[in-house]
């Protein structure tokens, strides 16, 4: 019998082609003092050699861990602090690490919304000369929380509508950049908190495959893959009664479906109008914009008789709102976040300085608005939310308060009773994993922790 060849998984396939390719330099692996460790790392960071990589995994010491709630997984993981960050670090086999390594680096060259791939540690050995499991080690992503952990009592379904919609938008991202997931699920999806709605970001590729361009077929079956996952994980709270007791998780899971292909339509049909209805061309990409996608090309055709146009838009990579308040304010948001900031800035241009330069008023509103929104809260309080999403919150609540009084609240009025009766009674999102109760931790521990199927 002839012996099959083994792969050699020390390096990246070749298929260069590929989009968002990543040829792996030599000058990546770096031998470490400690014995024959080594660690392939596109920037290489001093802390990880600190790291005990001489113990199994399961058997660190407290001392080198972060107390994030770990869940049911087919792989040892544990979190740690990486100097002023947390890590997470999955043993596994070198090729599963060294494949999720890579693709984690091309789907952030990609601007795919995941976490940021730290290393692949592998040549470990326990002090008795015993070879260790390879791991791979990437960074937590602030202000996230697993779908178990957003809630704090049960699951309502305007809650779980958000979650499913901000997964489904992550999937039409992640297939028009290419990449088939495999492994579509809530467990393996990170939720920050996006202007009262969520962003979803990717934290498992492991299954993960890119290609120039998906079939139908691969879109589809990645989507069933979703709907039969949600209802499991739906299912699984719905037996510990953490969520609300008219959820249906079949039907629930369902929703994922429609939300998938109406964005998925929004962004790719081909759409067709009357000659005198021009106006549609500019309501599409107002359409795509709100979405947070931007429009790199527009065909346009016109039929033989010329009485109708058809359009058809090459969408890009989502966040229109986001670029847009970065060039002009430096602050770096989630897309709704950016797209309510975006709204308040321009009425503050209004009522204030109509005749000013776009880019000088929105520094003025920076130093008038958003700073001294900030700076206004407490340092024991400010850990709740991340920035954006405080001075989204305080602009929501200076309205409601605005439209029940009947009256124009002052801003620092607004923002004085947001901290009293709304930021004081919030959970501690930053620091919720790091230092969960015992609620949370049962609840976490319901399922596969994310990121580490």
């Known amino acids: 019998m002839t012996e099959t060849p083994r792969a050699n998984w020390r390096d990246e396939p070749t298929d260069w082609g590929q989009p968002g390719k990543l040829p792996r330099s030599h000058a990546?692996?770096?031998?470490?003092?400690?014995?024959?460790?080594?660690?392939?790392?596109?920037?290489?960071?001093?802390?990880l050699l600190d790291l005990p990589w001489s113990i199994p995994l399961e058997d660190w010491p407290k001392e080198n861990l972060a107390a994030l709630p770990r869940g049911i997984s087919r792989h040892v993981v544990r979190?740690?602090?990486?100097?002023?960050?947390?890590?997470?670090?999955?043993?596994?086999?070198?090729?599963?690490?060294?494949?999720?390594?890579?693709?984690?680096?091309?789907?952030?060259?990609?601007?795919?919304?995941?976490?940021?791939?730290?290393?692949v540690i592998t040549g470990r050995m326990d002090k008795d000369g015993e070879e260790l499991a390879p791991v791979l080690v990437t960074?937590?992503?602030?202000?996230?929380?697993?779908?178990?952990?957003?809630?704090?009592?049960?699951?309502?379904?305007?809650?779980?509508?958000?979650?499913?919609?901000?997964?489904?938008?992550l999937l039409v991202r992640?297939?028009?950049?290419?990449?088939?997931?495999?492994?579509?699920?809530?467990?393996?999806?990170?939720?920050?908190?996006?202007?009262?709605?969520?962003?979803?970001?990717?934290?498992?590729?492991?299954?993960?495959?890119?290609?120039?361009?998906?079939?139908?077929?691969?879109?589809?079956?990645?989507?069933?893959?979703a709907r039969v996952n949600i209802a499991g994980e739906l299912m699984d709270l719905a037996e510990g009664g953490l969520v609300e007791e008219n959820i249906d998780p079949l039907a629930t899971s369902e929703r994922i479906?429609?939300?998938?292909?109406?964005?998925?339509?929004?962004?790719?049909?081909q759409e067709s109008f009357d000659l005198g209805e021009r106006w549609r061309v500019n309501a599409r990409i107002r359409r795509l914009n709100d979405l947070g996608f931007d429009v790199d090309e527009l065909t346009i055709r016109t039929t033989p008789d010329g009485s109708r146009v058809q359009l058809q838009p090459k969408v890009v990579d989502a966040g229109h709102h986001q670029r847009r308040l970065l060039s002009l304010t430096g602050l770096d948001a989630q897309e709704n976040q950016a797209r309510r900031l975006l709204n308040d800035l321009n009425s503050y241009r209004a009522d204030n300085h109509p005749e000013m330069d776009e880019e000088l008023s929105a520094h003025l509103w920076v130093s008038q608005v958003f700073e001294p929104i900030?700076?206004?809260?407490?340092?024991?309080?400010?850990s709740k939310l991340e920035q954006a999403e405080v001075v989204h919150e305080v602009l929501e609540h200076r309205w409601y308060m605005s439209e029940k009084e009947n009256r124009n609240v002052p801003m620092a009025e607004a923002v004085q009773s947001y901290m009293d009766t709304?930021?004081?009674?919030?959970r501690d999102e930053a620091a919720i994993l790091l230092n969960p109760d015992t609620k949370t931790m049962r609840m976490l521990e319901g399922g596969a922790a994310p990121g580490q199927g």
């Open 374 to 382: 900030v700076k206004s809260v407490p340092r024991e309080l400010g």
């Open 257 to 269: 479906m429609d939300s998938y292909r109406n964005l998925w339509a929004e962004l790719t049909e």
């Open 174 to 225: 992640l297939h028009l950049a290419g990449f088939y997931w495999g492994d579509v699920s809530l467990s393996n999806t990170l939720f920050r908190r996006d202007a009262g709605s969520f962003a979803a970001y990717l934290v498992d590729a492991e299954t993960g495959e890119l290609y120039p361009e998906l079939s139908n077929g691969q879109r589809e079956y990645d989507l069933e893959i």
């Open 422 to 426: 709304v930021l004081r009674h919030r």
């Open 79 to 119: 979190f740690a602090r990486l100097g002023d960050s947390l890590v997470a670090i999955k043993e596994t086999s070198e090729h599963v690490a060294r494949q999720e390594y890579h693709m984690l680096r091309k789907l952030r060259r990609l601007n795919v919304p995941s976490v940021a791939p730290v290393a």
């Open 28 to 47: 990546e692996a770096t031998q470490s003092p400690l014995g024959s460790l080594n660690i392939t790392a596109a920037s290489m960071d001093p802390a």
């Open 139 to 169: 960074r937590h992503l602030r202000f996230s929380l697993p779908y178990r952990a957003v809630f704090s009592q049960t699951l309502r379904e305007v809650t779980l509508t958000r979650l499913i919609d901000a997964q489904a938008l």
